[in-house]
């Protein structure tokens, strides 16, 4: 996920404070359980690898006979059906709003889809309007770090602090505490 200098810088500065090594643009040909061997030869010893992709489609959707967008993710429109099967919902990671390429793969917009497909579920079953999922133009990004701090990330502006991580843990909790984990009616209302 793209985000501005001063973030990146944050995020390198607590990276390199964990003694943790950082990669660009490296090509890996092997990955053993102790060694991490590189295209050009070099074998760096490891412990835990960590490799970091980016959202890329399940090969599932590439077998699957559906309308997709040019990188593979299943094509929706607002209600978040197929745009060429309308008893076909998608959320999340798997799609694209047709009308919206600038939403990105992150959990924040599914979290949000989610009550948008419930409803419009419900919606079909009753033969009634579907609503219209209406993404956020931006957010708030909270990188917890590990060690008491998190990392924020909005509009540019970025900062790594104890207050960081207190908010990330906050909302992280809320959300949780949606669920009612006592096996309960959920708190969501449709």
Known sequence: MEMGSSARSNCLSSLNHH???VYNST??????PDTIILENGNEL???LCLWSTGAFPHKLLFEMPIEKDEKGFISVKRTLQSTQYDNIFAVGDCCSVVDSPWI???????????PILASNILAIVRNQKLKDFVPQKGFLRLLMTGDGSAISSWKGFSMSNFAMWMMKDKIDRDFMNIFDVAGKTSKINF
């Open 19 to 21: 003694n943790i090594q």
């Open 104 to 114: 990105k793969k992150a959990g924040v917009y599914a979290v949000r889809e989610g």
């Open 27 to 32: 090509k890996c040909i092997e990955v053993t």
């Open 45 to 47: 010893a490891c412990s």
